[in-house]
């Protein structure tokens, strides 16, 4: 399985950005997705997930109403849209699919909140 992102930059504080991840190589519609984010000397912390349904979704208490993760199986591709966001939100975003036990990850885009 292969997962490229793409969406992230440099945005100011209040801001937005939408990331998205094309994801190939394994039956999309049935894996849970889910965005990570990892900062320099931290571990990568869970953002949000969406499962294979797409009706059920979790956020990090940090992004809770800020943040909204949805998917579309059609085009087989995750979303993280990203409103007013912090300079703590700065990080790099990895999209993360969970496939029958299996784990995929993409490269990862970097997001800089600063003015």
């Known amino acids: 399985g292969q997962l490229v992102e793409s969406g992230g930059g440099l945005v100011q504080p209040g801001g937005s950005l939408r990331l998205s991840c094309a994801a190939s190589g394994f039956f999309f519609s049935s894996a849970d997705m889910s965005w990570y984010r990892q900062t320099p000397g931290k571990e990568r912390e869970l953002v949000a997930t969406?499962?294979?349904?797409?009706?059920?979704?979790n956020y990090a208490d940090s992004v809770k109403g800020r943040f909204t993760i949805s998917r579309d199986n059609a085009m087989n591709t995750v979303h993280l849209q990203m409103n007013s966001l912090k300079p703590e939100d700065t990080a790099v975003y990895y999209c993360?699919?969970?496939?029958?036990?299996?784990?995929?990850w993409g490269q990862g885009t970097q997001v800089t909140v600063s003015s």
């Open positions: 969406i499962l294979s349904a797409g009706a059920n979704t």
């Open positions: 993360q699919a969970l496939w029958w036990g299996r784990i995929y």
